[in-house]
């Protein structure tokens, strides 16, 4: 056994000629590979051989001060790669000086993708601020103004080399982030569904009760009222009136949805722009605003997303839960009853906000005010609109049959005069079928809105200017048509169609999905709105080819009912051989 155990002299000489580096000569000469390092700026094109004369360049010339800003913040290492990858994203696309006020802005697990492959400026980060990442990391106290905060101890990952996602360390770190905020969102939802229980006692066997508990918390008070005789133990309290109940109750019969599901320039749209941009939609969590029937929730789950949240606060959501699971999409599509300002979402964020909002005249209802609060709560900061883009038309209307049909009839009824039936026909906007021959001028556009960006302060305005040159002669001014054209553009940055035209957008092969609601495009339900106006006996002044109607539009919701619009229009023709300039005001209600 002893001798088993003395290594054998050749073995010694053997490991000692590996060891031995004395003949190895020159070796000590070669220099190792050294990769050069360029760290591009966040604000310009200028590059840095690392990243510690860049942080000045940056606070200089671009008030960019990424060291303060992580300090106030208080960002640790996954959050400071967000919120680089998230600057270099917004000065991309030209949304510069990116708001670094708050964190919310680039919280989205979206940010940990680098914006820039292999960028440099990551693999730095501990070089530059190292010091006070580690100590976040490592539970010792930091300041903050006069307080000492204690932080608790977090694992630390020097993720410096790099910190791309096919780095297994950054897997694992971004992996743990993610788990300790699962487990933080499922402690809260299980102490929302447990006040919930209480509140709303047991569940009936078969219903989902996840739906049933978020759905209950938003319906409408009489709802509330049933449910409390059926649950003694509950408690009597209510949740607040629902002071729409006639709007939503409008949309909970077949007929309005037969109607709209019917339309299929309207259906088309939406379900084309799915299908044929399945990569937007696969794996993307959707939230459908007003989602009626569910049609559009099956399109977003047929193109591939992950998860749809259909919200409806009208009876139509129990058709489209049973619509949904007819179709075998229970497990991808949660429907829920309320208002979206009120319900309570099961996510977060959602990656793409879907809607069929559009009214008559566009904004008639008012539904896009929620739309875009759904947006503003809950869309990603890279989220897409669908749809994306809509723009307000008007146009000048010669329509001589229209007025003896409906007008001049009631002057001689089988020998009477009934022009007193007629008297408000000048007062509400008539929704009809316009023929694109009554139109005899170029529409002008004099809204455009972009679902990204609109505020809805915008939605409400006074002074909205516009400018028709007639094609034609016109024997009477006798109103305007205003219609709307909506478009359904990939990219959440893409500013939209210029003079936001569909016709024309189609036309030159535009590489989107686009519908108009006009005279000169496809029937829709929308058709036209028509503002006829009131001469009051007056003659009407015949109108020559060349002519220009100009004027203002304004667009003021009710006082009585702030989903009804008021719809004021001042216009003047130019003056023409002689003759003097034509003018005129008046408003027009939709209720």
């Known amino acids: 056994m002893e001798a088993n155990q003395e290594a054998s002299p050749s073995d010694s000489s053997e490991e000692a000629d590996i060891l031995d580096w004395k003949d190895d000569e020159g070796w000590e000469d070669q220099e190792p590979d050294v990769e050069k390092i360029e760290v591009l700026c966040l604000g310009c094109s200028q590059t840095f051989p690392d990243a510690k004369p860049m942080l000045p360049h940056c606070r200089d010339a671009h008030n960019i001060d990424i060291v303060k800003v992580q300090k106030t913040l208080k960002l640790d290492f996954l959050e400071m790669v967000k919120m680089i990858n998230f600057i270099r994203a917004d000065r991309a696309v030209g949304r510069w000086p990116p708001d670094l006020s708050s964190r919310d802005a680039f919280q989205s697990e979206h940010w940990l993708m680098p914006q820039l492959e292999d960028d440099a400026l990551l693999y730095s980060l501990h070089d530059v601020i190292g010091e006070d990442l580690e100590d976040e990391m490592s539970g010792v106290t930091s300041g903050v103004g006069q307080i000492e905060v204690e932080q608790p101890p977090q694992r630390g990952y020097n993720l410096s080399r790099n910190p791309r996602p096919d780095n297994p360390i950054y897997r694992i770190a971004e992996m743990e982030q993610r788990v300790k905020s699962a487990q933080r969102d499922l402690e809260n939802h299980k102490q929302l569904l447990a006040s919930d229980m209480q509140l709303y006692g047991p569940l009936d066997d078969g219903v989902n009760q996840e739906e049933s508990i978020l759905e209950a918390r938003n ?84 193109a591939g997303a992950k998860r749809v949240i259909a919200v409806d606060n009208s009876n139509i959501i129990n058709f489209a839960r049973e619509n949904i699971y007819r179709n075998g999409m229970g497990e991808t599509i949660t429907c829920l009853r309320g208002k979206i300002e009120e319900v309570v979402l099961p996510v977060n964020t959602v990656d793409i906000i879907v809607s069929e909002w559009m009214g008559y005249c566009l904004l008639y209802e008012a539904m896009l005010d929620s739309v875009l609060w759904a947006r503003d709560h809950y869309l990603a900061h890279w989220g897409l609109m669908v749809p994306s883009h809509c723009t307000l038309r008007i146009a000048p209307m010669a329509d001589p049959e229209y007025i003896d049909d409906h007008i001049l009839h009631w002057k001689n009824v ?139 539009v304004g667009y003021e919701k009710r006082e009585d009912d702030n989903r009804a619009l008021d719809i004021k229009v001042q216009w003047q023709v130019d003056a023409s051989q002689g003759k003097v300039k034509v003018k005129g005001k008046q408003s027009w209600s939709m209720r």
């Open 414 to 552: 089988y020998g009477f005069d009934m022009s007193s039936m007629c008297k408000d026909i000048y007062k509400d906007v008539v929704i009809r079928e316009v023929q694109d021959f009554a139109v005899p001028a170029e529409s002008s556009p004099f809204l455009q809105l972009c679902l990204r960006t609109t505020k809805k302060e915008e939605l409400v305005f006074a002074s909205k200017a516009f400018s028709c040159t007639l094609k034609a002669d016109m024997e009477a001014l006798d109103g305007f048509v205003i219609w709307f054209d909506t478009f359904f553009i990939q990219s959440p940055y893409f500013r939209g169609p210029a003079e936001g035209k569909a016709e024309e957008y189609i036309r030159q092969g535009g590489q989107s999905i686009a519908f108009t609601t006009g005279p000169h495009g496809k029937r829709t339900h929308w058709q036209q709105g028509c503002l006829l106006i009131d001469y009051k006996g007056k003659p009407q002044e015949i109108l020559k080819k060349g002519q220009v109607i100009s004027g203002i």
């Open 219 to 302: 319906s409408p008070p009489e709802v509330h009222a049933s449910r409390m005789e059926m649950w003694p133990n509950g408690n009597t309290s209510t949740l607040n009136g629902d002071t729409d109940s006639s709007y939503f109750a409008s949309y909970s019969g077949h007929d309005i949805h037969e109607t709209m599901l019917k339309d299929t320039i309207r259906t088309d749209a939406y379900r084309d722009f799915m299908y044929e941009n399945k990569d937007l939609f696969k794996d993307k969590t959707v939230l459908d605003v007003g989602c009626g029937t569910g049609i559009l929730s099956m399109f977003c789950a047929q």
